[in-house]
């Protein structure tokens, strides 16, 4: 079972930044999709936010594409999610996804001013 462990979250101002860190106990080469989704307050479902696939190939959600960049580092087995110009409806718990289904625990993101 492979452990993933979220960082990177926090409080930021409206238009801020934040970079999100997936550090993953397994080959992250091993499988084809690695991805990222939220948690919005008060939502009981997760929502796809973005994936990218072995090749490099990012997908987005619409309302966080031109916004937010996903990116992976094979070889450090690291997912990335670049938040810029963030808005109150991204304050979320987010989480990293490995393959098809194995969540991490997730990282708090808050914005506010």
């Known amino acids: 079972q492979v452990e993933l462990v979220e960082s990177g979250g926090g409080a930021v101002q409206p238009g801020g930044s934040l970079t999100l860190s997936c550090t993953a106990s397994?080959?992250?080469?091993?499988?084809?999709?690695v991805g990222w989704g939220r948690q919005t307050p008060g939502s009981h479902q997760r929502e796809f936010v973005a994936?990218?696939?072995?090749?490099?190939?990012?997908g987005y959600a619409a309302s966080v594409k031109g916004r937010f960049t996903i990116s992976r580092d094979n070889a450090k087995n690291m997912i990335y999610l670049q938040m810029n110009n963030v808005k109150s409806e991204d304050t979320a718990v987010y989480y990293c996804?490995?393959?098809?289904?194995?969540w991490g625990q997730g990282t708090q993101v808050t914005v506010s001013s």
């Open positions: 996804l490995y393959g098809a289904n194995n």
């Open positions: 397994q080959n992250i080469s091993a499988v084809f999709m």
């Open positions: 994936q990218i696939n072995r090749e490099g190939t990012a």
